[in-house]
């Protein structure tokens, strides 16, 4: 596990706030953000930690594209937000990613959840979650048939992911503040 320090918390901070902020007011997150959080952790983690530093930022690049990157083909999440999971993964490792990843997963369940109670869409939507599964079980990308399960389709429903992964980051923080670092 790469060691989490000052350096690391700032970076983190700094990265999703802005990308949280980009997302909320622009409903994108740019490429120079994403492109500087990859290239900061992989040479901050290589300066600091040397191979295996590089090698476990590598391997948290990596988890992140491998993860968000079949959400981002099956059109169920932007490409702002994959790259934006890609330079999380890059700046903390894959472990600490992995739990960045769990947090954020949760939250946005969560608030998905009080957005649709809210609108009185929640039952509509969970029968919508039947339906993708059905759909990939037959091996076929649900927004073929139903547009609006295309998240750049104006019909869609969408959620500024990359506002979620900041809360992620931050709870991880939080429990890195509170238990230490395992």
Known sequence: MIPITPTHKAL???????????????????????????????????????????????????????????LHILRAMGAGDVKLMMAVGALMGWKSWLVIFVITGILGGVVAVLLLLGKGLLGEKLANVVYIVKELVQLRAPYQSRPEMDVRSPSAMRLPHGAVIALGAMGFLTMVMIFGQK
Do not use: H, S
């Open 12 to 70: 983190l901070v700094a990265l999703v706030v802005l990308a949280a902020v980009y997302d909320i007011r622009f409903r994108r997150i740019p490429n120079w953000l994403c492109g500087a959080g990859i290239v900061l952790g992989l040479v901050l983690n290589g300066f600091l930690f040397e191979w295996p530093g590089l090698k476990q930022a590598a391997l948290g690049l990596g988890m992140a594209t491998l993860i968000y990157l079949p």
